[in-house]
């Protein structure tokens, strides 16, 4: 018998109620499979600000070392925005990919058949979407120094933030990028900022020498405004994306919106070794926890990723994601995804609806 050692860090707002039904999930799996899973549960985020102070305790820290991964929830709230940034939910989530050195973020946007028409774009143009954006995710803007808001004589203030990449980060970023292109469409978009951008334009050299090891990707370029625009206009000119880190917390956003919701997008931050973490890319949803209203698709899928990723359980992953697209076929749909002629479902619902499916 396989055996797992998962670390659950449900976090705030609705990460406690997604999370549930995506231990729901693992636990039906884990039945299906004959693989065990013992899981840890831990606060993170605001849950941990306001148990211990700090938003992420060396103790959680030193268990995401230890475990095979880490499935987490939402972090964040309106709660806790006044803190020092240093202290703020947030920091957590940054450290916890810092700390395992997950420098590539795996986001899909698949359209589901059944929610072509859930997006707030057109049918024709969404249906068919797949895309793979791939986020370099500890790098860029959001670790660069210097960093911060200084005081100056004059009373006035000054803001700074860095972004800098070296050449093993872009190089690192890209294999795992053109790997993933490898094993789908074999079409790379990389997007940066190469007109204004010194870091973007190295990106962009580094990207391209990388590209000479991979001749049966077709790659090409894009400047992040162009990329914006074309996921609106045309999406399904993109097989994968690579992006640098704030262009790609910006990107995934948007490509969310094509898949009907950014409910229904999971995802997994990989590093070099066997450290992983796997999480919705939605935020908290302060306004509609504990309401029973929130979509554990994302969370549900991303226990899919888990499988795959880093428990060699693919056929397992499979099952969940069939499991996923039977319930949206049969109709059931959570808020954010609902329709007029279709069933309106609560978060514990929809979880329930999943395992069934799974259960067969
Ligand atoms: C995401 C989120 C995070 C990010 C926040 C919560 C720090 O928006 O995972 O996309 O900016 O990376
Ligand atoms: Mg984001």
């Given amino acids: ?184 469409g074999k079409r790379l978009t990389s997007v940066d900022k190469a007109n204004v951008l010194e870091t973007t334009e190295l990106w962009r050299r580094v990207v391209t020498r990388v590209a000479v090891g991979y001749p049966d990707v077709a790659l090409s370029h894009m400047y992040v405004d162009n990329c914006a625009m074309q996921l609106v206009r045309n999406p399904r000119q993109f097989d994968v994306i690579v992006t640098e880190n704030t262009f790609g917390d910006i990107l995934s956003d948007e490509a969310a919106m094509l898949t009907g919701s950014i409910g229904m997008l999971p995802s997994a931050s990989l590093g070099a070794g066997r450290h992983a973490m796997y999480e919705p890319i939605h935020g908290s949803a302060p306004d509609i926890a504990g309401k029973d209203v929130a979509n554990p698709i994302a969370t549900i899928l991303s226990v899919a990723m888990m499988l795959k990723h880093s428990l060699d359980m693919d056929e397992a992953a499979g099952e969940i994601e069939s499991a996923v697209e039977r319930v949206l076929d049969r109709g059931l749909r959570t808020a954010d995804i609902y329709q007029a002629g279709t069933r309106r479902i609560g978060c514990r619902e929809m979880g329930e609806a999943v395992v069934s499916e799974i259960d067969g």
Avoid: Q
């Fill in 1 to 184: 018998m396989k055996s797992f050692k998962i670390l659950a860090l449900p976090g705030d707002g609705i990460g406690p109620e997604i999370m549930k039904e995506a231990l729901r999930v693992i636990s039906a799996t884990g039945k299906r499979h004959a693989a065990s899973f013992s899981i840890e549960e831990r606060p993170v985020g605001g849950a941990s600000i306001d148990g211990c102070g700090v938003p992420l305790a060396d103790e959680v820290l030193k268990l995401a070392l230890l475990s095979d991964c880490v499935l987490l929830g939402a972090v964040g709230g309106p709660k806790w925005e006044g803190l020092d940034y240093s202290i703020r939910p947030e920091r957590a989530l940054l450290a916890l990919r810092k700390e395992l050195g997950l420098f590539a973020n795996l986001r899909p946007a698949r359209v589901y058949g059944a929610l072509a028409d859930s997006s707030t774009l057109k049918r024709e143009v969404v249906s068919g979407v797949d895309i793979m954006v791939v986020r370099e995710l500890t790098g860029g803007l959001y670790f660069g120094v210097p960093r911060g808001v200084e005081k100056l004589p004059d009373g006035t203030e000054r803001g700074v933030n860095t972004l800098v990449y070296t050449t093993p980060e872009i190089e690192r970023i890209a294999r795992v990028a053109f790997d993933v292109a490898r094993k789908r």
